[in-house]
């Protein structure tokens, strides 16, 4: 059985998550931790006291997943444009 607070901090994670359709990245700056402690706290541990969040969190991470290698040609696209728009 996980402390009461990190339970409290796994359930606002898995929500904000949800509502944000954030990574998980964005949410340990935005709860100040880091993203190992985000993962274990709303794959691992979430699972075994709120099931029901944590499967709708684990949708919203197997989505983003699906699309990082989109967001990473995205980076890769605008760093050279910036780069040639510099020499330009």
Do not use: C, Q
């Amino acid at each position: 059985m996980a402390k009461p607070y990190i339970e409290e901090r796994a359930i606002a994670l898995a929500k904000y998550v949800i509502e944000n359709k954030s990574t998980v990245r964005e949410a340990a700056k935005r709860f100040y931790i880091s993203k190992s402690t985000v993962h274990k706290d709303i794959v691992e541990r979430l699972s075994e006291f709120d099931r029901a969040l944590y499967l709708d969190v684990k949708r919203v991470l197997d989505e983003n997943k699906a699309e990082r290698h989109l967001r990473g040609g995205d980076a890769t696209r605008r760093k050279y444009r910036e780069k040639k728009d510099r020499l330009n």
